[in-house]
């Protein structure tokens, strides 16, 4: 079968089982099997795909069918313009996390920091942040073995192993050294809003990572509530919050101390991170 046809049919597979990105999903897919980027089937759209490849993509395809998410089938999603390698034990980088990224990196520019990334899974953030800032270093903890042996993954893909260390750890145990920065995209979804997510969320994706407690904000008002603790005077918090959680972040982070210094807007002009000063 040539390379068209079998895109054609793994696309009309995806839109009988209503997935709406049917047809970039089937090219992304293709594209990582093959190691090839989606321009070169645009335009060899008449090559002969073997056998082998096809059985592979087949397979892959029906993982799809079934709502899987395309990173996960792949391995690998982009954020920051950087692949990171990517699995199940940890939830997938979000374009609105990019905006917490994009704002750290303007407000410490060619500093030499210290930085803690609470909850780090894939190390998506912590990773990126060293990528842009030369001078500084971190530390990522999670309470997940899988997600740390992953960020460990990205870290030596990236040549970025000797500036970070990731460490198993639950945020109320952890003890180190005090730090210029703490990042942090906790678990923020309320308990009963959880099962409203898709099954390509619900189905796949940890949970853990997910589950905010009962109003979305227990795993917030710890990070908040430690980092006043490891934080150096004067040290920087920032911290992605869910839709319609920053009055209470807000007067949260007031009483414990912090001094908000700006908070950034998503897409459709939600407060998503909030960033403070101790």
């Known amino acids: ?40 089937l645009q335009l060899r759209d008449k090559l002969y795909i073997s056998k082998n490849i096809r059985k592979k993509y087949n397979a892959a395809i029906e993982r799809r069918s079934k709502k899987e998410p395309v990173a996960y089938i792949i391995g690998n999603k ?70 740390i042996h992953l ?26 050294s005090k730090f210029d920065l703490i990042v942090s995209n906790p678990p923020y979804i309320p308990l009963n809003e959880i099962k409203k997510l898709s099954r390509e969320i619900t189905d796949y994706e940890p949970i853990v990572a997910l589950n905010g407690g009962i109003d979305g ?7 908040i509530y430690k980092s006043k603790i490891l934080l150096k005077k004067k040290g920087i918090l920032a911290i992605e919050i869910g839709n319609r959680q920053y009055k209470e972040v807000s007067s949260i982070l007031v009483k414990s101390g912090f001094r908000e210094l700006r908070k950034v807007h998503d897409y459709g002009f939600n407060v998503r991170c909030v960033i403070s000063r101790s």
């Open 1 to 40: 079968m040539i390379l068209k046809d079998t895109i054609n049919q793994a696309s009309l597979q995806l839109k009988k089982n209503y997935i709406k990105s049917h047809l970039l999903d089937a090219e992304v897919i293709l594209s990582s099997i093959m190691k090839v980027d989606r321009e070169f």
């Open 78 to 147: 982009e954020f920051w313009s950087i692949d990171f390698h990517i699995d199940k034990s940890a939830l997938i980088p979000r374009p609105e996390t990019e905006l917490l990224v994009n704002e750290i990196i303007n407000f410490n520019k060619n500093k030499k920091i210290n930085i803690l990334d609470i909850g780090t899974g894939s190390g998506c953030v912590l990773l990126s942040i060293l990528k842009e800032m030369k001078l500084a270093k971190g530390v990522g903890i999670d309470i997940s073995k899988k997600a």
């Open 151 to 176: 960020a460990k993954n990205n870290a030596k893909k990236l040549n970025l192993f000797n500036r970070s260390h990731f460490k198993v750890c639950e945020i109320d145990n952890f003890i180190y």
């Open 217 to 223: 904000l227990d795993l917030i008002k710890k990070v």
